[in-house]
C-alpha cells in the first residue's frame, strides 16, 4: 500500500484549499493508498533556522534536526511515497507555513558535496501542489505560474519525482461580503464564478490526487 501525506497550508481548515485537498485525499484512498491529512497551522514551527546540523559530517542525512514540530513530520514525508500540498496565494506568494516546510524539507536533502547528484535524497518523492487565490486566472497565467515554477523545479530535482501543480482561481473569499469592507469585489460575480467553477476545480484536485497516489 503507497502512502501519502496530505498538507494543508492554508489558515482556514474549511474552506477552498481543504475542500480541494480533502478532494485528492478522497481520490487517493480510492487508489488504495494510506494517506495522512494535516493541517500545518495546527503545528509549532518556523523556518530552516541554518543550525547546519543535517550537513554535519556523520550526521543522519535527510534529517532535520530541530526540536519542533516539524521536524518529526519531514521524516513521515520523505518516508512516503507521496505529497500534496495546498495553499492559498497572499501577495504572490504562497503562505508562510508554505514556505518554512519547503525551506525545512528541501534544505535537509540538499547536498553540498563533489559527488553526487545535488540530493542526499535516494529515494523518489512525487508531489502535488494546489494553489488558490483570489487573482483572475489571466494573472496566474502571466505571472505567478512562472514565479511558483522555480520552487516547483527545485521540489522536482532534489525530492526526484515528478511536480504536478494545479490552480483555483478567482476564489470565494468569504460566505457573506457584506459583513467586510471589500467593496471592489462584486459578491454577485464572485459567487456566479465559485458555482460554476469550483466544481470543475474539486475534480481536477480529484485527478490530482488520484495521479500522485498511482505513482
Known sequence: MS???????SP?????????LKEAKRSAETKGAEVEYIDLYDLSFTGCRSCLACKRKGAQKNKCFWKDDLSPLID?????DALVIGTPIYFGEPSAQFRALIERLLFCVLSYEVDGDGSFYDSSLDVGIIYTMNAPRSYYDSTLHSTLAHT??????????KVLTYASCNTLQVEDYSKYCMSIFSEDAKRSHHDSQF??????????GAEIAGG
Open 199 to 208: 466544481p470543475v476545480d474539486l475534480e481536477e484536485a480529484f485527478k490530482l
Open 3 to 9: 502512502k501519502m501525506i496530505v498538507l494543508n497550508a
Open 76 to 80: 513521515r514525508i520523505l518516508e512516503a
Open 152 to 161: 516547483e523545479g527545485i521540489m522536482k530535482m532534489l525530492l526526484k519525482g
Open 12 to 20: 482556514r481548515k474549511d474552506w477552498n484549499t481543504a475542500g480541494l
